[in-house]
Structure formats: C-alpha cells, structure tokens
C-alpha cells in the first residue's frame, strides 16, 4: 500500500526554564492511501503539534528541531514556504477545533469559500461562486445559494464547521487533517458532522488523520488507531487490535478511564494515578514508567522503542508478557 | 449524614424568558425537579438547553419569571439578601473551567479559605487547619497550600474549586460541567473523588453535563432538557435502558462509543435550531422522525406523562416499551 504522507523523526522542542526542552521526540508514522487514521492522546500529548508540523504552521518559539515529512513522495520541511505553500491546501488541508475563530466573523462565509477556490484555481468570480455553491451543498448545507450570503454569526456552530470542512476541501487535498474538528460541537451534531467527513472523504478518496482526545471518536471513524503519550507514539495498530486487545499499559489504562453509558457504575473507574508529564519534567526512560502498573527497573531507565507486536506496533519493554497475559485473562 | 429521604430543593413551574432585540427566549419553560437528600440528580442536554439557567436560578443568581424554588424549605423569592447569603452556607457550586473559577492571583490558601472568611467562622490558626483537611479530603496536600492556580494542572485546579465549594460544609453541591475540561484519565479520578466524598459528607449534587457517560456514571436521577424543557426524566436505568423520548435516543444513538463494532445509529433528522420559542406543543417535532407526520405534536398541548414513580416524560408518541 502506498503512504499518503510520511513522517520521519520528527522532533519538536519548546523554550522553557530549563533551557528548550523536547516536546515531541522522533516521532515517525505514516498514512496510508485512502485510510483513517486516528490519533488519540491526552491535552499536552503533542497531537496539534504534530498537526502543525504537517501543515508546516510551526512558529516560534516552537521549533522543529529535525525530521522529515514526505508528502505524495516530496519532502515539505525542507522546501521553499513559496512551494509548500502550492501544496498546502491542494494537497494536505486541515480541520480546525473551533469554527468560529477558524472563519472571518465580518466576511461573508461565501467570500471565504471563494478567496480559498481562487487560491487553488483560475476560476473567475462567478465561476468561484458557482463551486462555492456545490461544496455548500455537499457538506448538507440547506439552501447554499441564500445562505452563501451569510455571516458566521448568522450560523450554528454545526454549520460553520461545515463551511470550515467546505473551506478544507475547495482545493480538492488527498490528505485532510481534522484536528479536534467536532469537539466544540453538540453530540448531535457531532455524530452528523463527522458522518459527513466519513462520506466525503470516502467519495474523494482522502487520505483521513482524525486528531481527538475523544476515544469514541477514534473508534467509530478511523481504521487504524495512533496513541500518543507525552510527545510519543506508544502504540499503533488496526482500530480492532487496539480497543479490543490493547497491549501497551497507557492505552489500557486510557480504555479503562473512559466514562461512558456502557460501564460498570457500582465501581469506580480504574483512573491513571498522577498526571501525564510536563514537556520540562519528563522522567527518564519510558515516558510511562511512572505511571505504569506494569513498571520494572528497566523501563525507568531505558527508553523502548516502536517495535512490531502481532500485527502492531508497541513501545513497551513487556508487550509480548502483557499480551500473553491479556489473551491468558 | 444527611437523611436519605426527603428533597432538599425543589423547583416548581419555573419559567425563565430573556426579552432581546431577535425575539423572546425561553431559556426555563415551566420546569420543576427536585433534589433529594444524599442523591444526585443530572441534568443532561445540548448547549442552549437551559441547563445553566436551572442552576443560576437555583443559586439565586437569577430571579425566574415565575414559578417557585425552595432551597432547604426556604423559599428564595421572599428572601432578603443578607438571607440570602446565609442561604449559600449550605449551597455551593463548581464550575467548568479549572482555571478562571479561581483568582489566578491569590494562594491555594486564601482560595478556599475565602468562604470561611465571608461567614466569619473561626480564627485564622483554625481556618489553616481546616484548609489543610480540605485538600487532604480531595487529593491534594499541604505543600500546595502557597500554590497559585498557574502552578497547578487542570485536574489539580477542579479539586481547589471542590474544596472551596467543601469549605463551609454545604448540603448541596451544583456541578456545573465541572468535570468538561478534563482529560480523561484525570477526569475519572475527579468522579472518583466527587462520589467518594458524597457520600462520607451526605452531599446533594446537581449534576450539569452535556456528558451522558458522566451523568450514568453519577446521577442517581437524570432529567434530559430541550430548549427550556425537561423532556423526560426517570432514574439510571429508565433513561439508559427503557428511554422514553424520542429526543433521549437520538442522543444516546449520537454518543459514539469507544468500540469499533459498536453500532452506528445516527439518525438524519433536520438539524435546523429555530430558537426556543413558547409553543405549547412539541418544540422537538423539527427534528423528531416521528412527530414531524403527526398533527398532535404541532397542534396539542403537551402533558406530562407519568409512566411510572420515577419516570415521566414529555411526548405524544413515546417509544412503545413492553
């Protein structure tokens, strides 16, 4: 299978008092043509920076201090902003959390549709006009020929984030970033929002990275599931794999937090003790160590690396113990 | 303890209409709830529900157009102010954000020492010590008595805010989204920390949440807003697994489910908002498959239905249940 994009080695790091200090530690994944991929991890984790980082939308003080990102093939890190900024929006756009800081609140929302067609294309006003109508229909807005002439204020949350999503998709991308796109949003409103996104990216064979700290999200809209914990990737595999047999101890323990209708209320739930790291507090060894259960002397001084565990990917010293424990349970 | 039995506020016939420029509001259409002692009783429903407005008024930090709130068999439109503050010893709230709930300025200390301060009570050796038990009761320590809110996490910050709301030893504790800007795993051990002291200190909670996981988990009770309207209510198990309304499915079909062969029930109703006018009849029909064909839903006054001791509900055509 071909990768849409490649992420090699990507490290970022912040200032701090302590001097700059890592926040996201060689971080390398891919996304394959035409799949979901879903990237889940708690607040701090490194999930919108590395979001950033892809849209090359980093600025001080955050610094990418090495890495290499392939899109269709081309390295983007290393290429001219004036060319990257070629792709960005025709081949790569993004989703972003809150709608009404992501649109212009005194232009019309049809202005904004147009300036975006225009920047990826040689169409004329009307032309631009006539297209912004149909992507406004195809992201289920009623009435888009009245209401193209509408302000953001004018609109719900739900649908300005469709305009947002109409926006990311004028310059026809292969690889559509959501970043906590429906977060803001109602239940309801989420569940229709990111049908819509599941449809459209099906329709136009979009290569899909679903950025959310919501694990149902992840679980209903991606294909494979990506966990982040403090600036790493701890594990990866098929969204299968992942809820229903999780190896590595934070994606466990995550699973086991979760508040939902389903669980169990006649006990608490399992919470992780303490609290992820700060970017200039991260302890040696595996990031998860002092948190983990399942810690021994090893992980506390040795960082594990992503290796292949049956069909995924962990970093965790004892994955193939906790696995056959797991299976043994 | 608090007794078990018997309700510690109630609601009754509670409207609340803000007038503005685009037209009238009801933010509260004729609701009435009850807290009973020692329970918990969850509002749940979207933004724009009225969920804060119920809260606010319960508080008394908003006067309703008309109906009747009792707090602890007081009734809070004939009170004066100074009663009212007194009132608040026994009335507390958490809100949703960790951060500017708490005056970034001051000490971890003077925050929640601050409503013993306002009701005078004890000396400042004694309020010290009582602080340090009140962290010590949610999970923090001494040594953040001279923190200030910066210095602190999220998770840390909500527990300052419940310790506050601790302080005067209240009877009733109003939640409002207070666990919403959690993470997860952070999120839990606050739920963790709200049921446990619940039931060591005999609390009442009014439990906001746009969150159903979190209301199932908490709620003894849970009554499902509208737009102004407590559209059913029932106890865990009558809203989770026997729901009534139409509107209360659609929103346990919306919540997506952390496992991938979890079916996907969303339903492809209008979406459309019009604002929550006064209209006798159904203001869910817009968006209700069943009610949208119906003439009753546009035309007939709305009834509760009480289907049986805990569950109610606010519809024509309810979900048929054997």
């Known amino acids: ?329 | 303890m608090a007794t078990q039995t018997g309700s510690v506020a109630n609601l009754s016939a509670v409207s609340r209409i803000f007038k503005g420029k685009t037209g009238t509001v009801h933010a509260l259409d004729n609701i009435s709830f009850d807290l009973k002692a020692g329970k918990t009783l969850a509002l749940v429903g979207e933004s724009g529900s009225g969920k804060t407005t119920a809260a606010r008024v319960l508080l008394g930090l908003d006067q309703p157009n008309s109906g009747l709130i009792e707090v602890l068999g007081r009734n809070l439109g004939s009170l004066k102010y100074e009663e009212l503050r007194l009132l608040r010893r026994e009335i507390q709230v958490v809100q949703q954000d960790p951060f500017s709930q708490l005056n970034r300025r001051h000490s971890v200390e003077r925050i929640v020492s601050s409503p013993l301060l306002a009701f005078d009570i004890g000396d400042k050796e004694s309020r010290r010590e009582q602080v340090i038990e009140l962290l010590q009761a949610v999970g923090l320590e001494k040594e953040h008595l001279n923190r200030r809110p910066h210095e602190l996490s999220g998770g840390q910050c909500q527990r300052v805010a419940i310790a506050r709301a601790l302080a005067v030893n209240p009877k009733i504790v109003v939640l409002d989204e207070a666990v919403s800007a959690l993470d997860v795993s952070v999120r839990a051990q606050v739920l963790n920390l709200l049921r446990e002291i619940q039931i060591t200190r005999g609390l009442t909670y009014l439990f906001i949440t746009h969150d159903l996981g979190v209301a199932h988990y908490m709620a003894d009770e849970i009554a499902v807003m509208f737009r102004g309207r407590i559209v059913e209510r029932g106890d865990r198990d009558d809203i989770f697994k026997k729901p009534r309304h139409h509107y209360t499915t659609g929103l346990l079909s919306s919540v997506p489910l952390a496992s991938p062969t979890a079916e996907k029930r969303i339903s492809e109703q209008d979406q459309s908002l019009p604002s929550p006018v006064a209209d006798d009849s159904c203001n869910y029909r817009s968006r209700c498959a069943v009610g949208l064909g119906r003439d009753d839903c546009k035309s007939v006054p709305l009834q509760i239905t009480q289907g049986s001791d805990t569950h109610s509900w606010l519809c024509h055509s309810p979900i048929e249940r054997s």
Do not use: W
């Open chain 1, 1 to 329: 299978m071909t990768s849409a994009l490649v992420v090699k080695g990507l490290s970022l790091s912040v200032p701090s008092a302590k001097g700059r200090v890592t926040v996201i530690d060689d971080l390398s994944f891919d996304i394959p043509a035409g799949r979901r991929v879903g990237l889940v991890g708690e607040s701090g984790s490194g999930k919108s920076l590395t979001a950033y980082s892809l849209m090359r939308l980093i600025k001080d003080p955050v610094r990418i201090e090495k890495g290499e990102i392939f899109l269709g093939g081309e390295e983007i890190l290393g290429m001219k902003m004036k060319e990257f900024r070629h792709l960005r929006g025709n081949d790569i756009s993004m989703i972003y959390q809150d709608p009404m800081s992501a649109l212009n609140p005194i232009m019309r929302i049809g202005a904004q549709i147009v300036e975006s067609i225009q920047l990826h294309s040689d169409l004329n006003n009307s032309q631009a006009r006539k297209v912004a109508i149909e992507l406004l229909a195809s992201v289920g807005i009623p009435e888009p020929d009245r209401r193209i002439d509408s302000y953001p204020f004018e609109m719900s949350g739900g649908m300005l984030q469709r305009v947002v999503i109409a926006i990311a998709l004028s310059g026809e991308p292969k690889v559509l970033i959501a970043d906590e796109a429906t977060t803001a949003l109602d239940v309801t409103t989420q569940a229709r929002v990111l049908t819509l996104i599941d449809k459209l990216a099906a329709e136009r064979g979009l290569s899909v990275l679903l950025i959310t700290h919501d694990l149902g999200v992840a679980a209903q809209f991606s294909d494979e599931i990506m966990v982040m914990y403090a600036g790493k990737l701890v594990e990866r595999g098929e969204v299968n794999q992942i809820f229903s047999n999780p190896v590595h101890p934070y994606t466990k323990a995550l699973l086991n937090s979760r508040c939902d209708y389903t669980i169990d209320v006649t006990k608490p739930i399992n919470s992780i003790a303490g609290q992820p790291p700060r970017p200039d507090n991260r302890p040696t060894g595996c990031v998860f160590s002092p948190r983990c259960m399942h810690a021994q002397p090893k992980c506390h001084a040795e960082v594990p690396r992503l290796e292949s565990v049956k069909g995924r990917l962990t970093a965790c010293f004892r994955a193939e113990e906790l696995l056959e424990l797991g299976v043994a349970k």
